[in-house]
């Protein structure tokens, strides 16, 4: 079989599902143990198709409830997305339009609010100041809208509308305000309506609507299911995943009203991907210019370019975009390759706060369409496609070390050599950090893994204009040595891949 047939076989599905030799099954399971996660559902899109969702765990480790396709896990920061499609909405219907202000919606808002335009919501480009961290916002009690505005609203302006991007909760919360207003309805109501219902998805909701899906108390049978031995409605149940701190005790669920528009929809993972579907196409959204205006990068008055509009972010690979964030004691991951010789989709749930499933998604994917991979050694390398150019990202990277009170030792331009040399070379940036206090620990251990110290982080632009940074993985390299269990190694990895995302995304 020549490579094109096999790359067409793998776009339209294969028995074959791995990647650089590993089954998707075992690159999960490893990141579960890896990250500690309790249970996690994965859903698969070849589009039209959801050809493989998959539950792997406990959704409950309390009760004993499996994760499942059934398994509903609050969406957290897709939920915007969803936020995004009732504006657009209602945009369509002629009842609103994206220049309107803040200020013809919501009378009541700060004098510095009301000229704040729709679409500058959307972007988040209105420096607002985000209720989320103020010291009074509590996320598990009930929040009216004009309590959550009175957080924020003595705060100045972080930045003049329209010219900077910073993530802000309150963006959407007052997008929200105005679906209600515009839409002559509640939020929970039209989205409802207008999505959950008119695209049939019986297993998404808001953390209300959860006490109306038909799941069974196992505390109250010893944890084992009894129900559907004699009730229907029992058999295969649709239950709400549960996560527990390090006490043991249960994490509240956050209140929907705390959090409307942001991080406030539950949902199973395949109807995450059944949802997304519906998007990628005119199902939601009618007109193409209209999805343009709110899923593509746009440009600040300056001429610098932002990869990113309603929590979505957008990559440099053909139609490569993403959403994903936590809610406290859950994570969520949708990533969607568009591009008409993909149409793969992956979705990611589960029930462990600050997980970034960005690099294992982009292997899942690569297992399902050898266009997806990211042309490099996953298995040696931790790889990240970043979402701004190379020489962004490396400022972006040494003020976050310089935040964090870590040294650079060293930094080194290849390119720039390269030049000096008479060659050519694109850019290629290498910045060596560490902390002694750290890398002792190991070099105690054995003396030989100096020659792995001090850390580094590469970050270079490909051929097709994206950026990458990568790491040597930590437990990989540490395993040469006999040091995978050491318990500096996974604090070290936990550090690198935090200071990647930091640097190579926008939100």
């Known amino acids: 079989m020549n490579t094109r047939e096999h790359a067409t076989m793998k776009m339209r599905g294969s028995s074959d599902i791995s990647y650089l030799g590993q089954a998707v099954d075992s690159m999960i399971y490893d990141f579960m143990r890896e990250h500690e996660i309790p249970g996690l559902?994965?859903?698969?899109?070849?589009?039209?198709y959801i050809p493989r969702v998959v539950g792997y765990g406990m959704s409950d480790e309390k009760q004993r409830r499996l994760a499942s396709p059934n398994t509903m896990w609050p969406a957290g920061h897709i939920s915007?997305?969803?936020?995004?499609?009732?504006?657009?909405?209602?945009?369509?219907?002629g009842r609103l339009d994206l220049s309107d202000t803040v200020g013809k919606w919501i009378q009541e808002v700060p004098e510095a609010w009301k000229e704040i335009e729709i679409l500058q919501l959307l972007r988040h480009a209105t420096g607002l100041p985000d209720y989320r961290f103020q010291q009074d916002f509590n996320p598990y009690r009930a929040w009216a809208f004009g309590e959550l505005i009175d957080l924020v609203q003595a705060l100045p302006l972080h930045f003049k509308p329209g010219t900077e991007v910073m993530q802000s909760a309150t963006n959407f919360l007052l997008l929200t305000e105005i679906v209600e207003r515009a839409g002559e309805q509640s939020y929970h109501d039209f989205v409802t309506k207008r999505q959950i219902q008119y695209l049939g998805l019986r297993h998404t909701g808001f953390a209300e609507d959860l006490g109306h899906f038909m799941y069974e108390d196992v505390s109250l049978t010893e944890n084992v299911h009894q129900l559907f031995k004699k009730d229907r409605l029992y058999i295969d149940p649709t239950e709400p995943a549960a996560s527990y701190d390090g006490e043991g005790g249960l994490i509240p669920r956050t209140d929907s009203s705390a959090l409307r528009g942001f991080s406030d929809i539950w949902a199973s993972a395949q109807d995450i991907s059944f949802w997304d579907i519906g998007l990628a196409g005119s199902v939601l959204i009618h007109e193409p210019e209209n999805r343009a205006k709110v899923y593509a990068p746009w440009e600040l008055p300056d001429g610098r370019l932002v990869p990113a509009v309603a929590g979505w972010q957008f990559y440099k690979h053909r139609g490569l975009m993403d959403i994903k964030g936590s809610v406290p004691g859950y994570s969520a991951f949708l990533s969607r390759f568009t591009d008409a010789k993909e149409l793969v989709c992956v979705t990611l749930m589960a029930n462990k706060e600050g997980i970034d499933f960005t690099n294992l998604g982009r292997r899942i994917a690569g297992a399902f369409g050898d266009l997806l991979s990211t042309n490099y050694d996953?298995?040696?390398?931790?790889?990240f496609e970043g979402q701004l150019p190379a020489e962004e990202t490396v400022e972006r990277l040494e003020k976050e070390l310089a935040g964090r009170e870590i040294p650079v030792f060293a930094k080194f331009d290849h390119?720039?050599?390269?030049?000096?040399?008479?060659?050519?070379?694109?850019?290629?940036?290498?910045?060596?950090?560490g902390s002694p206090k750290v890398g002792t620990g190991l070099m105690q251990a054995d003396q030989s893994i100096s020659l792995e110290l001090p850390l580094r982080i590469s970050i270079w632009e490909d051929?097709?204009?994206?950026?990458?940074?990568?790491?040597?993985?930590?437990?990989?390299?540490?395993?040469?040595?006999g040091l995978e269990k050491h318990p500096v190694v996974g604090k070290m990895e936990r550090l690198m891949e935090e200071l990647v995302r930091k640097a190579g995304s926008v939100y």
């Open 41 to 48: 559902t994965l859903a698969i899109v070849q589009a039209p």
């Open 80 to 93: 915007q997305a969803f936020a995004a499609v009732a504006v657009m909405q209602l945009y369509e219907d």
């Open 378 to 383: 996953d298995n040696k390398l931790y790889l």
């Open 415 to 433: 390119a720039q050599n390269a030049k000096d040399a008479g060659l050519e070379l694109r850019p290629t940036i290498v910045l060596v950090f």
């Open 463 to 481: 051929e097709a204009g994206s950026t990458w940074l990568a790491f040597p993985r930590i437990p990989r390299m540490a395993a040469e040595y």
